[in-house]
């Protein structure tokens, strides 16, 4: 594989994966976690240990199955009306091709999150950098860190995935 490929396929995958949850295809997005994959929100951009230090959501792959479980339960009142989110992705930018000693590859991206239920909408900004490891089929998160641009004020209750 040239570089010029994986830069494209690592950029295409952080677009695809915005879709998929935008779209509410949960299960699909659930699926590109590694077995071992988190989905960390930092309360600090400077942090650097998930397991060190409080987080405002740090959820296993297991986590991460409940809450997606959640939103398709017909009972998740909080859930109703319908709640819909929108990511705004600015292009990806690749930090790191292969990690040396992992083979990771890094992604960075800036966007803005919208969410939206009954007449309220919350918006979000966030820099979101990817750890992917590469498999057969393309990548696997290994961690998504989603860094909140305003993660040290009063927060609005988000109800999916930014």
Do not use: C
Request: hydrophobic share 45%; glycine share 4%; charged share 25%.
């Amino acid at each position: 594989m040239q570089a010029t490929d994986l830069h494209t396929q690592l950029v295409d995958f952080v677009y695809d994966e915005n879709r998929l949850l935008d779209d509410g295809q949960y299960q699909a997005w659930y699926d590109l976690f590694a077995d071992d994959g988190v989905y960390w929100v930092p309360i600090k951009p400077e942090h650097t240990d998930p397991e060190a230090q409080v987080a405002i959501a740090l959820e296993t792959k297991m986590l991460l199955a409940l809450r997606i479980e959640r939103l398709a339960h017909p009972r998740a009142h909080s859930l109703q009306p319908r709640v819909r989110g929108m990511h705004v992705v600015q292009r990806p930018e690749v930090l790191v091709t292969q990690e040396e000693g992992t083979g990771y590859a890094k992604v960075r991206t800036q966007l803005v999150y919208l969410e939206h239920q009954a007449g309220h909408q919350v918006v979000v900004g966030a820099r979101v950098v990817y750890t992917l490891r590469p498999v057969e089929a393309g990548f696997q998160i290994v961690e998504k860190r989603v860094e909140l641009l305003n993660s040290d004020a009063f927060l609005p209750a988000i109800q999916l995935f930014i």
